[in-house]
């Protein structure tokens, strides 16, 4: 063979997808065959039942009118409702929504919720918004959505560049059309609306205690652990001030924008204080390295924090944390996943470590419900009890059928929807 051809043949191999839809439908379909279904199954959970793409004319503060795409993806009913965030961002787009969509299906499997997973998106950039343009954006989109979604068919919640107010603005639209208040309709709303107590925090809640059970496998003490965190808005944040609170010393992170190092361990309290309310706080400073850089740093823990494809064939043998917790949807391809398995790093998948959000999200639909709210302790408690179960349900898993945590965690998370499917004659 020539010497060319070997270099081609190499390239095509080092070339990897990073389409996370496709990617999911590979993992989906490995877990699948592991528990024993057939290719029905596989072929009824390969894509969402349902997947709306809508257009939202928005008046912006000039007097034009902008119309913008959204998205709303919902991938299977069979166990219950389907649930799961809105994302206002610049790249959102079909196939990311629809991906988002499945890992929700399986996260409610993982910590077994009485739902299926629905996702949805908004090609925009916040950022660049006002106040105003932000609330006729939010509450068309729930007019253009509204035929499919409700507390009892499809309950959002926020997520990336989404928070408590638009969430406040969309309960108050949905609840407008409806004709009665109707907070079950969405999850992540200000407390004074029946939001939950604790599930601002509740992600980086959930990614903590996996970290702590992560941890303990490993043998690693959080004091004095050096911790990386990609990304500071809700997930990344949160943590950081959790693990720098329980004595960890956090020596980078970063936002959209760049990334902070500090061997001896950042003030993340001053970090929290400057922050705004989009996880910016590093153009406050000069000395800054990448994104790139950061998730090479020489650190005992991980967590991609913000958004996906960040660890791929490209860098994934040059990762040196022995423990990577995924806070973000997705930040891991599928050649990263093997290649960091491969050199023994535990690998915590974001469809296990991020799970907290959804769980407090049902605790606080569980309230809207029954009109009685818990303390913060009492939802702690809950969701403690629950993330510590859903661990080492998937660690077991995987060390039991010898397969990676990733994999392991599709195998628990898609067993509840594959039953609820069959027990319903779907498949
Ligand atoms: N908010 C929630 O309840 C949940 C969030 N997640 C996931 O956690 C991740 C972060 O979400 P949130 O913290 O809620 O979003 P956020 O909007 O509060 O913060 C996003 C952070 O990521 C940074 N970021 C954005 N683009 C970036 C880029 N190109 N490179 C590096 N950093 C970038 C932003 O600057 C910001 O610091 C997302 O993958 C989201 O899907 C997962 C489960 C629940
Ligand atoms: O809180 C929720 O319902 C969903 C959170 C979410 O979108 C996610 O876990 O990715």
């Known amino acids: 063979m020539g010497a060319t051809k070997v270099v081609e043949e190499k390239n095509q191999q080092m070339e990897e997808s990073l389409n996370l839809f496709t990617s999911?439908?590979?993992?989906?379909?490995?877990?699948?065959?592991?528990?024993?279904?057939?290719?029905?199954?596989?072929?009824?959970?390969?894509?969402?039942?349902?997947m709306l793409?809508?257009?939202?004319?928005?008046?912006?503060?000039?007097?034009?009118?902008?119309?913008?795409?959204?998205?709303?993806?919902?991938?299977?009913d069979a166990v219950g409702p389907t649930k799961g965030g809105v994302r206002f961002h610049p790249e959102v787009n079909e196939d990311e929504v629809k991906a988002l969509s499945m890992w929700m299906s399986l996260k409610c499997?993982?910590?077994?919720?009485?739902?299926?997973?629905?996702?949805?998106?908004?090609?925009?950039?916040?950022?660049?918004?006002?106040?105003?343009?932000l609330e006729r954006l939010s509450?068309?989109?729930?007019?253009?959505?509204?035929?499919?979604?409700?507390?009892?068919?499809?309950?959002?919640?926020?997520?990336?560049?989404?928070?408590?107010?638009?969430?406040?603005?969309?309960?108050?639209?949905?609840?407008?059309?409806?004709?009665?208040?109707?907070?079950?309709?969405?999850?992540?709303?200000?407390?004074?609306?029946?939001?939950?107590?604790?599930?601002?925090?509740?992600?980086?809640?959930?990614?903590?205690?996996?970290?702590?059970e992560a941890a303990k496998k490993r043998g690693i003490s959080i004091a004095g652990a050096r911790v990386v965190i990609q990304g500071f808005g809700n997930a990344g944040s949160f943590l950081a001030k959790f693990l720098y609170d329980a004595g960890a010393k956090v020596i980078g992170i970063s936002d959209a924008y760049g990334a902070l190092y500090d061997p001896n361990g950042l003030d993340i309290d001053y970090l929290l204080d400057r922050r705004d309310s989009f996880g910016t706080v590093t153009t406050l400073f000069e000395n800054k390295i990448s994104n790139e850089e950061l998730l090479e740093?020489?650190?005992?823990?991980?967590?991609?924090?913000?958004?996906?494809?960040?660890?791929?064939?490209?860098?994934?043998?040059?990762?040196?944390?022995?423990?990577?917790?995924?806070?973000?949807?997705?930040?891991?391809?599928?050649?990263?996943?093997?290649?960091?398995?491969?050199?023994?790093?535990?690998?915590?998948?974001?469809v296990l470590a991020s799970s907290g959000g959804v769980t407090v999200s049902y605790f606080e639909w569980v309230q809207n419900n029954q009109g009685y709210y818990w303390s913060e302790e009492e939802v702690n408690e809950k969701l403690h009890k629950v993330l510590v179960q859903a661990f080492n349900n998937v660690y077991e898993t995987a060390q039991?059928?010898?397969?990676?945590?990733?994999?392991?965690?599709?195998?628990?998370?898609?067993?509840?929807?594959?039953?609820?499917s069959r027990f319903r004659g779907w498949v």
């Not at 040196?320 to 491969?342: F, M, Q, Y």
């Open 139 to 212: 509450r068309g989109y729930v007019r253009a959505i509204s035929q499919i979604v409700g507390p009892t068919k499809d309950i959002p919640a926020p997520d990336v560049y989404t928070n408590s107010q638009i969430m406040a603005w969309m309960m108050d639209e949905y609840s407008r059309l409806r004709e009665y208040d109707s907070p079950g309709f969405i999850t992540g709303k200000p407390l004074v609306l029946g939001g939950s107590q604790g599930r601002e925090k509740a992600t980086a809640q959930g990614v903590t205690i996996c970290i702590e």
């Open 24 to 50: 999911t439908q590979v993992v989906i379909k490995e877990a699948l065959m592991k528990l024993g279904y057939n290719e029905d199954m596989y072929e009824l959970l390969k894509e969402p039942l349902r």
């Open 400 to 420: 039991q059928r010898r397969v990676n945590m990733r994999l392991a965690a599709y195998m628990v998370g898609a067993r509840k929807m594959s039953e609820a």
């Open 297 to 350: 740093l020489d650190c005992d823990i991980l967590v991609p924090a913000a958004i996906s494809n960040q660890i791929t064939a490209k860098n994934a043998a040059n990762i040196k944390a022995s423990i990577v917790v995924e806070a973000a949807n997705g930040p891991t391809t599928i050649e990263g996943t093997k290649i960091l398995t491969d050199r023994g790093i535990l690998l915590v998948p974001d």
């Open 53 to 76: 793409t809508v257009r939202i004319p928005v008046r912006m503060d000039d007097g034009s009118v902008k119309i913008f795409t959204g998205y709303r993806s919902q991938h299977n």
């Open 109 to 133: 499997g993982i910590v077994d919720l009485p739902y299926g997973g629905g996702k949805g998106g908004i090609i925009c950039d916040p950022r660049t918004m006002s106040m105003g343009e």
